[in-house]
């Protein structure tokens, strides 16, 4: 029997609908891990999307806008003061490590991709 590996391969289609989903959120909104994965079609990979935003190194990818669940920063690279810092220029509240008024800066998408 052959060892599992330890890093399996991204899913590639699903790795592509998260770029597509996180893509296409506007400056100056924010939308959870959970929800980003949801869009993409799998709504129990929070996990999976933060795993995709951490080696995403695409500059036309906002991935800063992405954010744990109740408003909570999350990662970002390992800065979480260059997160804050980027969400700060696009008018996003952020203290204490959390965003403020997320219902008012949370993205609400009408659609996810096929």
Request: with cysteine; proline share 7%; net charge positive.
């Amino acid at each position: 029997m052959r060892a599992r590996r330890r890093h399996q391969p991204l899913d590639e289609p699903f790795s592509q609908r998260v770029l597509w989903v996180v893509r296409r959120i506007p400056p100056g909104r924010v939308a959870t891990y959970g929800e980003v994965a949801a869009l993409a079609g799998r709504p129990r990979a929070a996990r999976a999307v933060g795993n995709i935003m951490r080696g995403c190194r695409r500059p036309d990818i906002p991935c800063h806008r992405v954010i744990a669940a109740g408003g909570r920063l999350g990662g970002y690279g390992g800065s979480e003061a260059l997160k804050r810092s980027l969400l700060a220029a696009e008018g996003v509240v952020v203290a204490g490590g959390r965003v403020r008024e997320l219902e008012r800066v949370r993205w609400r998408a009408r659609t996810r991709p096929a």
